[in-house]
């Protein structure tokens, strides 16, 4: 590996270049160490606004997500530093203030994470200011949700031309929210809220991925009450007061399953340390359906290859189901598996888009806008699903590629690397947003790459 151009940022972070020059042909093997998850982290450090006390955040990954809502937590007056052991925060939050539309704005960039700070914000100061949201191009993501659910607590939303101001002249009090999906954001929304809203509330029809479990442990810890029914029932009952927690996060799932695909298409052996079966079990049905092994350790997984490759009908959903951030980097290894793949896509409305990179790579991918409407399901069809249709093996070969989004970027990537020949992946920045030491992890494995730019 050669590094070109590197820089450093303002926190001291490397900065990996833009663009990656891969010769691929060679199968991925090692030991990669995966942190706390992206989808909890980031969340947990929200709630931190929320306490009257320090709190300590554990295993938090050195990913841009994190850079961009430690600055949005600077600029509202909360002191973050180093924690007590290397990849830990300390979050203290006593000195909270407004920021000024023009900060948040600047340090928000592409991130959809300030949204989730409206409830805090609320409750600690009375109004909050949210800019136009930014993120992946994976599809619409609407703040809908998010939007009615305040205004069920009480909150006043004036939507502006710079983006929305909220306010609660009344303070915020306890709802009865029935949500019309079980939004991963939405319930995050609520929770935030109603721990510290008056009285109690009920949320039906709410997420339950372990993400969502484990910041219900974190606002327990801080003093929060908050009880799990069943049917995707959740009662909170508000309190007066949070302190700060100490928590370490649970690990991040969907790097665990992006890195055992990438064993699966080079025919390569990957451990991942950190990983857990029972967080896994969807992944690790599918993994051992397409012809893929498994170890589960203490410490971790091992991936590989259990013989030939074959095609396999998957249908992404919320959890427990097949997660929708785990079909981007499955479907490199698809092209590589015996016989025809279908992979029904129910979250998002537009998460193909990677796909036409691996065409023009060589893979035979076949992408339905509207979906297939025969053959057996056992996840309900939605209006804006897509399906695509993976017929294989086909042997990749180099191409002049440009990520698109997260997870479709780091698909590109694996398929660079499943590939004979060199390729040439644009805009690899984006990869930083959920994958800490990226390009040092796929050193560690055996990737030969150049960063050039």
């Known amino acids: 590996m050669t590094l070109l151009g590197e820089t450093i940022s303002t926190n001291g972070a490397k900065q990996e270049g833009e663009i990656l020059s891969i010769r691929g042909g060679q199968p991925l093997s ?14 947990a450090m929200v709630a931190a606004l929320l306490g009257e006390e320090p709190s300590v955040l554990r295993d938090v990954p050195d990913i841009s997500d994190v850079a961009v809502v430690r600055s949005l937590l600077e600029v ?25 539309f023009e900060e948040i704005d600047a340090h928000a960039g592409a991130s959809r994470i300030p949204i989730l700070f409206c409830g805090p914000l609320l409750h600690r100061l009375g109004q909050a200011f949210i800019p136009d949201l930014g993120g992946c191009r994976i599809g619409d993501r609407p703040i809908d949700f998010h939007l009615d659910a305040l205004r069920k607590f009480g909150a006043v939303v004036e939507k502006q031309p710079s983006g929305i101001r909220l306010s609660a002249p009344r303070g915020l009090h306890g709802a009865n929210i029935h949500l019309p999906y079980p939004s991963v954001g939405a319930t995050e929304q609520v929770l935030l809220t109603a721990v510290r809203a008056a009285g109690t509330t009920e949320l039906r029809n709410a997420a339950i991925e372990p993400e969502i479990m484990d910041l219900i442990a974190v606002l327990q810890k801080m003093g929060a009450i908050i009880s799990y029914e069943p049917n995707r029932v959740i009662l909170i009952e508000g309190v007066d007061s949070l302190r700060g927690y100490d928590h370490r996060a649970i690990f991040d799932r969907n790097e665990a399953a992006s890195w055992a695909a990438a064993a699966l298409a080079t025919d390569g052996e990957i451990f991942v340390g950190g990983a857990k079966q029972q967080e896994m079990l969807t992944f690790l049905n599918v993994v051992r359906k397409v012809g893929g092994d498994f170890d589960i350790r203490e410490d971790g997984i091992l991936f590989r ?12 959903d919320v959890h427990p189901g097949f997660m929708t951030d785990w079909q981007q980097p499955l479907i490199v290894a698809l092209t590589q598996a015996h016989g025809r ?19 023009k790579m060589g893979a035979q991918i076949s992408v339905y806008p509207n979906g297939l409407q025969e053959g057996p ?17 086909t042997p990749l070969h180099g191409a002049d590629i440009t990520v698109p989004d997260l997870r479709g970027g780091y698909s590109h990537v694996i398929a660079a690397l ?14 930083r947003r959920g994958y800490a030491d990226f390009l040092d992890k796929l050193s560690a494995l055996g990737a030969d790459f150049d960063v050039i730019g």
């Open 30 to 43: 090692g030991t990669v160490e995966v942190k706390g998850a992206k989808n909890l982290v980031t969340k």
């Open 76 to 100: 509202h007056g909360v002191r973050v530093d180093e924690g007590p052991e290397r990849g830990s925060l300390r979050l203290d939050p006593q000195d909270v203030e407004s920021a000024h």
């Open 305 to 316: 290859r259990g013989g030939e490759l074959r095609g396999v009908t998957v249908e992404t």
């Open 341 to 359: 793949s279908v992979v029904h896509e129910t979250v998002y409305e537009n998460r193909f888009g990677f796909t036409q990179a691996l065409v």
């Open 377 to 393: 399901r056992r996840v309900p069809r939605r209006s804006l699903e897509q399906a695509a249709v993976i017929d294989g093996p």
């Open 418 to 431: 499943t590939a004979e020949g060199e390729s040439v992946v644009r805009n690899i920045g984006i990869i």
